[in-house]
């Protein structure tokens, strides 16, 4: 993607590369697996790993600190594919490094079930750090990986005992290049000086649709220079001795990450394809691949053959990576005896248990305290379980002053100040979710990240990831509606809590009041399965002075905030803000004689997990319900029945006062008094 370079329009001219045989054999093993794979599966992506072959040998073989028998070492190296449609590259390197990934796994590459997806994905293959595959991410998650090293190295290290010290490989396309989250996250790791951050541009000159220059025309080394990077040029991936070189380079420089400029052939070998983009995401075919393993020198026909001369040399060189892991057990050993509370540390957090005491860390509201917005309730419980989990680090993409996200006091994550738990991630909101993913997959850390809800959009991408990964990450969504005011529709959210509520493995908490507020930060920072959103007011919120309940009832999801003592003629639901709405119309209610039940609803996911006889407790059969959100109320539909009316916002908001925003778009006691009415009057919306 230089600016001098063009891409070429036709096959590049293969000149074969003059190994040993057994390296020879172990390299082009690589390539041959990717092909096969692709051809089986007749589909996936066999140009890039053919071309970085040569890399993901040099790596596993003869650089990264990593053991095949213990794939989740703690102080292994991490290796990010960041061109996770490349994932072939990663299978076939595991395999042969004898990470458990048999040949068969292999074979049933893209299949359903098989260890070897389309796409690499964590806890689902031994060896992989992060699931890649949207470009970009695994870059940023990379940078997360870097950002917990050298924070856990600064808590825990003491002199002569380095127990945290290890390095972050990745491996970046065009596309993850061109995508914006890397400017964000890589300007991030240059300003954060991420000296053990090492990456690889594979400078291949193709996409999808075609020679770069079609699209783009970026100089990728002054790009990171300018970002405060060490950059550095391997002129040809199959010199074995310019990757070596550029490593040795990328760690004597230790204040800055590195990004090494390595100029590849996309279909390495294939006579009719190399170079092109037709090398890119479809199977070379048979013809083709014979062709190709014969400009290898491959003397074998039978697809997936992997000569033991290859095998062989893969697990003597691993074995020799391997014996770091056991040297490194030799100064766990050390250090646990040298510092036995902070080795039992950084095992728990490690781990990721729980600390002792942070359930009675959690602080209590009363009339006084607890009259506040909730992102103001939100600060105090962060602060006040800061001090018992000090894994939980985070900050806002600069928006820390109206996300209350800092803990006070405590210092902020820079190149000067590694321990520091407060994270300046700027304005970055995609890189603050995807480098919190990396983070959290490192371990250590449960990460939180603020902005203002609207503003969960740009960073979707990684929040579905986190869901999907299930990393434990805390997003704190303030100014989370028309709410907001004066700032205006720009800033207001309308669809988001809906769309967030879309995601998998996505927990959405919306608290009513200080003391849901609490409960929602404990199902936050104990929840460990998949991120969660907290998602507040800016807008200061009464207080219902009724933490029992809160307490019982946040964890199912909803619960019964105010019933009547007889029959309940109509339910009405709401969240967050509008749940004070909801008990003033019940007030409203009453005084015509209708009884209503409240029912507070901080987590429609939550309570959707509930056992239908507590559903149906909360929301008996045949009994008319009103839902209220300042939102879409595409939500609330499953919960309200046939006839049951929700009172929502389906246009943008304006610029205005709160007050006058919420009577001009409806959001009003009146509003749901009048529904709870009609309902009553004919039974129809
Ligand atoms: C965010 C995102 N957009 C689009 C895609 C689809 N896609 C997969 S690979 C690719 C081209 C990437 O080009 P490059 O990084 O140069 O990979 P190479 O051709 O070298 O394998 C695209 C557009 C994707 N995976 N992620």
Redesign the pocket.
């Known amino acids: 993607m230089s600016a001098a370079s063009s891409a070429p329009a036709t096959a590049t001219a293969f000149v074969p590369t003059s190994y040993p045989e057994a390296t020879r054999l172990a390299i082009d093993t690589v390539r041959t697996l990717a092909m096969d794979a692709v051809q089986a599966a007749e589909s996936g ?1 066999p ?2 790993p053919m ?1 970085l072959a040569p890399l993901a040998y040099r790596l596993y073989t003869t650089h990264m600190r990593h053991d095949p028998a213990a794939p989740a070492w703690a102080d292994r190296d991490r290796f990010v594919l960041s ?4 994932s072939l590259l990663v299978y076939g390197t595991l395999h042969l490094a004898g990470y458990p990934l048999t040949l068969d796994d292999i074979r049933n590459f893209r299949q359903w079930k098989s260890a070897t997806p389309g796409h690499p994905e964590v806890h689902h293959t031994a060896g992989v750090e992060t699931t890649t ?5 695994g870059l940023a998650n990379a940078v997360g990986f870097a950002v917990a090293e050298a924070h856990l190295a600064a808590q825990f290290n003491r002199d002569g005992h380095a127990i945290v010290d290890h390095y972050t490989y990745f491996i ?8 914006g989250i890397s400017h964000e996250a890589s300007s991030f790791a240059g300003h954060q000086k991420l000296g053990k951050l090492i990456g690889f541009f ?1 400078d ?1 000159h ?3 649709d075609g020679g ?1 220059n079609l699209s783009c025309s970026d100089d990728v080394a002054k790009r990171f220079e300018a970002y405060g990077w060490q950059t550095l040029h391997i002129a040809d991936v199959n010199d074995l001795d310019a990757i070596d070189a550029a490593i040795a380079a990328a760690k004597a420089e230790t204040s800055k990450p590195t990004m090494i400029v390595t100029r590849t052939q ?1 279909g390495y070998g294939s006579p009719h394809r190399q170079g092109t ?1 037709k090398a ?2 479809e199977p070379l075919g048979n013809d083709e691949i014979l062709l190709t393993k014969q400009s290898y020198g491959w003397q074998w026909t039978e697809p997936f053959y992997v000569p033991d001369e290859a095998r062989a040399h893969w697990q003597e060189l691993v074995a020799e990576r391997a014996a770091t892991h056991a040297e490194w057990n030799t100064r766990w050993k050390a250090y646990q005896q040298a510092e036995p509370a902070l080795a039992a540390e950084l095992e728990r957090r490690y781990h990721g248990q729980l600390p002792a005491g942070l359930d009675a860390a959690f602080p209590s509201f009363d009339a006084k305290s607890g009259n506040v917005a909730s992102r103001a309730a939100s600060g105090v419980v962060l602060n006040a379980i800061a001090p018992v989990m000090p894994e939980l680090v985070g900050g806002s993409a600069d928006l820390a002053g109206s996300n209350l996200t800092t803990v006070k006091g405590a210092p902020f994550f820079m190149p000067e100040s590694r321990a520091g738990r407060n994270f300046a991630f700027g304005i970055r909101e995609h890189a603050m979710g995807a480098i919190m993913n990396g983070m959290a997959l490192h371990g250590g850390t449960v990460p939180y990240g603020g902005t203002f809800l609207v503003f969960s959009d740009y960073m979707r ?1 990684a929040i579905r990831l986190a869901a999907l990964m299930g990393a434990h990450v805390i997003y704190v969504f303030t100014h989370d509606s028309i709410g907001l005011g004066e700032d205006g529709p720009t800033h207001q959210p309308v669809e988001h809590l809906a769309a967030l509520r879309c995601i998998p493995n996505l927990l959405v908490l919306r608290p009513a009041d200080a003391d849901e507020v609490t409960e929602a930060w404990r199902i936050a920072a104990t929840h460990k399965t998949g991120p969660v959103a907290l998602v507040l007011t800016r807008q200061k919120l009464s207080y219902f002075d009724c933490a029992s309940r809160a307490a019982a009832g946040v964890k199912r999801g909803a619960y019964i905030q105010a019933d009547t003592t007889g029959d309940v003629d109509v339910v009405l639901l709401a969240s967050g803000s509008e749940v004070e709405i909801a008990l003033a119309a019940r007030a409203t209610l009453a005084v015509d004689g209708i009884s209503a039940r409240v029912v507070s609803c901080p987590s429609l996911e939550l309570f959707a997990m509930q056992d239908a006889e507590y559903r149906a407790s909360v929301l008996p059969a045949g009994i008319p319900r009103v839902a209220i959100e300042a939102a879409s109320p595409a939500s609330w539909y499953r919960w309200i029945g046939d006839n049951g009316i929700v009172i929502g916002i389906e246009t943008f908001g304006a610029s205005a006062p709160y007050g006058t925003l919420y009577q001009e778009l409806g959001i009003t006691a009146d509003a749901v008094t009048a529904a709870a009415k009609r309902l009553l009057a004919d039974g129809t919306p």
């Open positions: 992506h140009g890039t071309a061109a996770g449609h490349a595959g949207p470009l970009g991410q970046a396309g065009d596309g993850c290049l061109m995508e594979d291949n193709i996409t999808i770069t996309i983009s890119h995401g991408p």
